[in-house]
């Protein structure tokens, strides 16, 4: 069943309408649909973008469980969401979706009993793994509930907890949290390897009675296998319970002897209900900021006004569904929501009910077949915490694809535009093995298209159907051609040398997406074919120096492009800009030298060589170019302390100042700036530029061999009392570093 079905491509948030972009949608596992959508506002401001990350899971699919998860299995410390889920994934039991989950400490404090016990990293709420309480800290706070039946609830815990000793119920104060005074505390396995109470009490180990269960709102019978006064700390084996007591209640303890019964009753109550809870995970204070989404509506009065990452976690009216949400903030990219807006975007795919879950850095949507983390956190990284919450698949282990799955069922495409279409593989139980499945076959009538000689290229003529086939198993694309589709080649014209390498860009806009034609698919002619030629991948070069006209054909598409070749006749070539000068400061303050050369540089060079000689003091340089689109460019500081009196060079790498994209030649180097450190006032100083050169890395000689220039006689001087190297303009030490 498909979970996931756009009704309206418009989203209405607190901050008015957002338009909608679906960036993936597939399913994932059993059961279980993920989506990931960009939201950017509908009246063009795009202000507050916001990227969605959605998982829906069918909770009526036999092979789906929900399993919550302690960092490292202790309610102390923290650990990534995609290290919980590897590290409890085993063959027939794999967490393959799921988000982090509680707000943890993010301190810690001494343990004195008595009083809070923060320790980094515990989670604030209540967890409950596999029917055992880990942690119950406040009766406040919001939790996440799934029971026996997997349905979900969400509220907050009311207690009524106690362990009959000798016939007297005992109220138990807490679980895996410090002793009060006159207070019984229950210690499990995942309050570590020992309990954290001091030696002012009495402690009982306790074993679960033969065919006993852990469950909660149930009598659960277990026997005394030690009792311990005045010690504290006692070893808590994975597969038994510590009752910790103090004052009073330890006096109740010291009368149990080995081999008593005592009843432990570990009531709680959600949203009025009891029922034997299977896994819970905690939310935030329910009295200062009420369930965001509840019963369908959106809570306003009480919500976190802040734009900030958010995950989030709810189910639909019929809690057939769960929904796990992660919204991106802090970034270039996305600012964030507040909680109400993220009560929306959940409701809008299919939530009726869902709370608010830690947020920030530690906000991570984990997929296992995409990889892991999805989203892109805020930190940069993804970020430890305290617990988190997933969806399991608990099919066989099977590795044998059954069903293919196109990304793209229907393929819009311009006439003769290209694709390489892709597919999902899944195996019988619907778990997602391959995002891109390898050496599939696929075939289609010639009204339709064509492959190219790889056998993935797919080049459309007319409506139709491609089919598929993957060992057996087959699927089909639809393709529809857009008659209104305008192809044409990208750029008007280009500057290319011999090995430039230029894969002419054509492409046709379909809706809002622009789709290639694949430049190898075409014919091509030129006004002079001596000047340029494309070979057989589509990559255009130059020839021989000149400009000609190069047109391409395919079917009844024809364009054209002006072609301009200018190949170096070195690999090193002077641009002709000299300038020798004087210079001095009344105000010595950000002293700095511009000079503008305003130079179109030869061809397509890769860096540039600017050698000088100044008695300034240089600290740095900034170069601005001018692209053949007309865009300035300058670079940030290119920190170089220089020595004085010599010829000095600079190699600037082109490429990381205006990038490699053929559309940017011809270049200009506009202006050069250099920021002086600590000039004295009224004091000449001579600054001279003797070359500038350009670099051209593939350089090829006429024959079409690489040739490297032959390396200019070494000159030896001293300056300062060392021995150094000039090379080509380059300064070494004797040892052959370079000196900066």
């Known amino acids: ?60 699919n036999p092979y789906i469980q929900f399993e919550s998860v302690l960092a490292k299995d202790t309610i102390i410390g923290t650990e990534c969401p995609s290290a919980m889920a590897k590290r409890h994934s085993k063959a027939g039991h794999l967490l393959f979706a799921g988000t982090n989950a509680d707000f943890f400490t993010t301190k810690s404090t001494l343990i004195t009993e008595g009083t809070n016990c923060l320790l980094y990293g515990r989670p604030s709420g209540g967890v409950i793994i596999d029917h055992e309480i880990a942690s119950l800290q406040s009766n406040k706070r919001q939790s996440f509930v799934i029971d026996d039946n997997k349905r979900p609830y969400i509220g907050a815990f009311t207690r009524a907890m106690k362990a009959t000793v000798n016939g007297e119920d005992l109220t138990i104060y807490n679980v895996n949290y410090t002793r009060s005074k006159d207070k019984l505390t229950l210690f499990n396995h995942f309050n570590g390897s020992t309990t954290t109470a001091c030696t002012a009490g009495t402690e009982v180990l306790l074993a679960l009675k033969e065919n006993e269960q852990w469950g909660i709102n149930k009598e659960v019978r277990l026997v005394v296998e030690k009792v311990v006064q005045n010690n504290g700390r006692m070893a808590i084996p994975k597969d038994k319970v510590v009752l910790s007591g103090n004052g009073s209640m330890a006096t109740k303890l010291d009368a149990l002897h080995i081999g008593d019964e005592v009843v432990i009753s570990l ?32 809570v306003t009065d009480s919500t976190w006004a802040s734009r900030e990452p958010r995950t989030g976690i709810g189910y639909s009216i019929t809690r057939d569904t769960i929904i796990f949400c992660v919204l991106d903030g802090r970034t270039q990219g996305t600012t964030g929501v507040t909680t109400d807006n993220e009560a929306r975007v959940m409701k809008f795919f299919g939530a009726y009910d869902a709370m608010n879950l830690d947020g920030g850095g530690s906000s991570c949507m984990y997929i296992a077949p995409l990889g892991g983390q999805v989203n892109t956190p805020s930190d940069g990284t993804e970020r430890a915490c305290g617990d988190g919450f997933f969806a399991v698949c608990t099919a066989p282990e099977d590795a044998t694809i059954t069903r293919l799955v196109p990304h793209d069922n229907t393929l819009v495409l311009p006439k003769y535009g290209y694709t390489r279409p892709l597919f999902y593989g899944y195996n019988q139980y619907d778990m997602l093995l391959h995002t891109d499945v390898e050496n599939v076959q696929m075939t289609c009538d010639s009204t339709v298209g064509y492959f190219m000689e790889d056998g993935k290229t797919f080049i459309a003529i007319g409506d139709g159907d491609i089919i598929a086939n993957y060992q057996g198993v087959t699927t089909t694309i639809h393709i529809h051609i857009d008659n209104n589709a305008q192809v044409a080649f990208r750029l008007d014209s280009v500057w290319v040398d011999r090995v430039s390498n230029y894969e002419i860009e054509i492409g046709g806009l379909v809706g809002k997406r622009e789709i290639g034609v694949l430049p190898s698919a075409l014919t091509w002619d030129a006004d002079d074919n001596s000047i340029a030629s494309v070979n057989a991948a589509g990559q255009l070069n130059g020839t021989k120096n000149g400009s000609t006209i190069l047109i391409g054909t395919i079917g009844d598409f024809s364009d054209s492009i002006k072609v301009n070749v200018e190949i170096a006749n070195n690999e090193y070539m002077p641009t002709g800009y000299t300038t020798d000068t004087t210079v001095s400061y009344s105000n010595t303050r950000g002293a700095s030298l511009t000079i503008e050369p305003n130079q179109r540089l030869y061809g397509c060079p890769d860096s540039l060589l600017i050698t000088f000689q100044t008695s300034a003091p240089i600290q740095s340089m900034a170069l601005t170019i001018e692209t053949a689109e007309g865009e300035s460019i300058t670079s940030g500081q290119i920190a170089d302390v220089v020595p004085t009196d010599i010829d000095y060079i600079y190699r600037i790498d082109l490429a990381r100042i205006v990038g490699n994209h053929q559309a940017i030649y011809p270049l200009t180097l506009s202006k050069i700036r250099f920021t002086l ?64």
Request: hydrophobic share 35%.
């Open 1 to 60: 069943m498909k979970l996931f079905i756009l009704l309206s491509t418009i989203l209405t948030l607190s901050n008015g309408d957002y338009n909608l972009d679906t960036i993936a949608h597939m399913q994932v596992g059993p059961g279980t649909y993920y989506t990931a959508v960009r939201l950017t506002q509908a009246n063009g401001k795009n202000d507050y973008p916001v990227n969605a990350f959605i998982t829906q899971v069918d909770t009526r």
């Open 267 to 298: 009531g709680l109550t959600v949203s009025g209900k009891q029922f034997d809870i299977a896994h819970a995970v905690g939310g935030p204070d329910a009295s200062v900021y009420g369930q965001m989404l509840r019963d369908g509506k959106v």
């Open 677 to 740: 450190k600590d000039a004295k006032k009224s004091t000449p100083y001579t600054f001279a530029i003797p070359t500038i050169q350009c670099h051209y890395r593939d350089w090829i000689n006429e024959t079409g061999i690489e040739e490297t220039l032959a390396p200019a006689k070494n000159e030896k001087f001293v300056q300062n009392g060392r021995l150094l190297i000039r090379k080509q303009g380059m300064i070494y030490d004797v040892l052959g570093s370079p000196i900066q």
